[in-house]
Antibody, heavy 118, light 109 residues
Framework: QITLKESGPTLVKPTQTLTLTCTFS??????????VGWIRQPPGKALEWLAL???????RYSPSLKSRLTITKDTSKNQVVLTMTNMDPVDTATYYC??????????WGQGTLVTVSS | SYELTQPPSVSVSPGQTARITCSGD??????AYWYQQKSGQAPVLVIY???KRPSGIPERFSGSSSGTMATLTISGAQVEDEADYYC????????????FGGGTKLTVL
């Protein structure tokens, strides 16, 4: 059974760096073809694709956020970490991590709401 | 940047057929996927690779794609199908970056 869970701060101040951790079970990020991605959703708005990392450490980023995002993996801990620099109130959103197979997110975490406010 | 366009809302009566469209220039070459998101919940994949249905998804959900448009069809929509639906695909740049449509609110009443 594949499960994922996001963790990190619920409140960050403007200009700070956000670090979110996705802890998963039921699969290994060393398995060929497998990846983990991040998606966010501002309150009442649409889903937004952020980044993903594959078993071979191949990384993909949203073109509009690439300069602010870093995605890394720790295969031994079954974790993927997303960092986003220079946080702004418009980055307030629920952040989801998800299991990736063939470019599609097929299993999702429950999401974590991050609020950016001073 | 690449965009997928969906209608903001679709409304049907219970038992009717609901159709939600998604348009994008790369859809002739890239698969479309569909997610259902009920209020306060994480999205659930209901259609993958244009027309395939994951296990556990009711048969009333189907998908198709032709040219630059993909369509999610819910045949005999139920009240419990009321949700936001998002199409998803990847761009054609070869970078395999994903993009979601703006979402469609399906009302069944």
């Amino acid at each position: 059974q594949i499960t994922l869970k996001e963790s990190g701060p619920t409140l960050v101040k403007p200009t700070q760096t956000l670090t979110l951790t996705c802890t998963f079970s039921g699969f290994s990020l060393s398995t060929s073809g497998v990846g983990v991605g991040w998606i966010r959703q501002p309150p009442g708005k649409a889903l937004e694709w952020l980044a993903l990392i594959y078993w071979d450490d191949d990384k993909r980023y949203s073109p509009s956020l690439k300069s602010r995002l870093t995605i890394t993996k720790d295969t031994s801990k079954n974790q993927v970490v997303l960092t986003m620099t220079n946080m702004d109130p418009v980055d307030t959103a629920t952040y989801y991590c998800a299991h990736v197979t063939e470019y599609v997110f097929d299993y999702w975490g429950q999401g974590t709401l991050v609020t950016v406010s001073s | 940047s690449y965009e997928l366009t969906q209608p903001p809302s679709v409304s049907v009566s219970p038992g009717q057929t609901a159709r939600i469209t998604c348009s994008g220039d790369a859809l002739p070459k890239k698969y479309a996927y569909w997610y259902q998101q009920k209020s306060g919940q994480a999205p659930v994949l209901v259609i993958y690779e244009d027309s395939k249905r994951p296990s556990g998804i009711p048969e009333r959900f189907s998908g198709s794609s032709s040219g630059t448009m993909a369509t999610l069809t819910i045949s005999g929509a139920q009240v419990e199908d009321e949700a936001d639906y998002y199409c998803y695909s990847t761009d054609s740049s070869g970078n395999h970056r994903g993009v979601f449509g703006g979402g469609t609110k399906l009302t069944v009443l």
